[in-house]
């Protein structure tokens, strides 16, 4: 997986000189108080942290392929390192782009460094909220009109997961593989409606004990109902092979709505996707957001989320979150936000919540 990373970064490297880059820079700091960061349900503890994150984006065009490459480090200084550790986490991108007067092919590889705390937040909560998950990625996707109305996808990803301790110490949670496969077709009904089906097959191997198999299969539409409002649902299958068979469903109801100044949208899905800490996990997601144009330079909104994770301990946790945004500047902006968080167990509820402060700059063009 590295030597494929860092292959299409030379590759990246060599279009870079042939041809004008389009380079921007970001830069955002600020700092959050966090009540309870492990979500206790007993004796919570505060953490204040303080982030930079420096990030750097290029772009480039040759004839039909467009190249692009990311690369930004998250560095995180925490006041208590027993419940928050401080960071240091890099994430890399490339991808490259080919479209033809039928269709595309894409691939991209990425690497990632993430805090525990959040990419296992739905199945377990605050536990290990001082691992470090790392991950590396590549996928490929290729879309083809097979007739003026019918277009045709394939899409391929493998992700290596790993996981560490604080201090190099043991994680809990299990190193894993997936591969995963999926294919899909799209009917052009009319203008508003594109009836489709997909389907796919993914592969959880981890690094000790049993793999398992996830087979899905969904039918779907994606709707305009009107110039300001968007509708994707779809209903299928989902099928689960490993040391116990099970058979459940997967689905899918979006709606988005897009005016002037307003912009909301609201959804409920059921899904699985692979865990360090469960292998294919089933849950049931609803969100919800909205945000509104106050005068050009100001915005406000709201988001709320609420997820049911039937892992091997069921765990429901639910978010509302405020913010308003306000730019200083053409390139300059500042962001104010609160979430109130919850989760629950069988045995245990716990909840907290997070104040934030950040200031973002932007270089669109270097």
Known sequence: MKRILFGLLGLSAQAAMASPLQQSLSLDSGVEHDTNPAMAATNARAVTRYKVTPGYEAKWVEGASTWNATAQVAVERSSDQALSIDREDPSLGVGWTHENPRGSTAIKATYDQQSTSSTEADTQGGAGSNDTRTRYG?????????????EAGVNLTHEDNSYQGAAGATSGFTDYKTTTGMASLEYLLNERNRPYTKAGVSQYSPATGASSKLYTAVAGIKSELSEALDLDTNFGIAQMDGTTDTTGWNGLLSLSHEGERTKAALSYA?????????GYTEADEVKASISYELDPRSDLGADARLTKSYAQTPLTTSSLGLWADRELLEDLSLRF?????????????AKGSVWSLSLSYDMPQL
């Not at 059921?270 to 469960?278: D, I, M, P, V």
């Not at 609160?338 to 045995?347: A, G």
Request: charged letters at 30%; aromatic letters at 8%; proline letters at 0%.
């Open 138 to 150: 590549v996928e490929g996707g290729w879309k083809h009109a097979v007739t003026d109305r019918v």
């Open 270 to 278: 059921r899904a699985s996707s692979a865990s360090g800490s469960s």
């Open 337 to 349: 936000g609160y979430e109130y968080k919850q989760q629950k167990t069988s045995s245990d509820k």
